[in-house]
């Protein structure tokens, strides 16, 4: 299933345990004031990830994958 959304939707899908594979693009920005987090919400514990592919493109945009690294969820 491919889910777009914010912060908040990233992080109950985490929480649940529920997140196999993560695109996150990067803008050639500075934003300030009020600027959230990647990920919002509470998990049991760290997400490993492996970064599978990173593409820069001409304009400076950065483009990453990231999958499940092996063993899951390690809690703390």
Do not use: K, S
Not at 15 to 36: K, L, N, S, Y
Not at 40 to 48: I, M, P, S, V, Y
Request: net charge negative.
């Amino acid at each position: 299933m491919l889910c777009e959304g914010g912060p908040t939707l990233l992080g109950e899908l985490a929480g649940a345990d529920a997140v196999d594979e993560w695109c996150f693009t990067i803008a050639p920005m500075v934003v300030g004031d009020g600027a959230r987090r990647v990920l919002a919400g509470t998990l049991a514990g760290t997400h490993g990830v492996r970064l599978d592919r990173l593409f820069v493109d001409r304009d400076g945009y950065v483009f990453t994958r990231y999958l499940r690294a092996a063993g899951g969820i390690t809690t703390r």
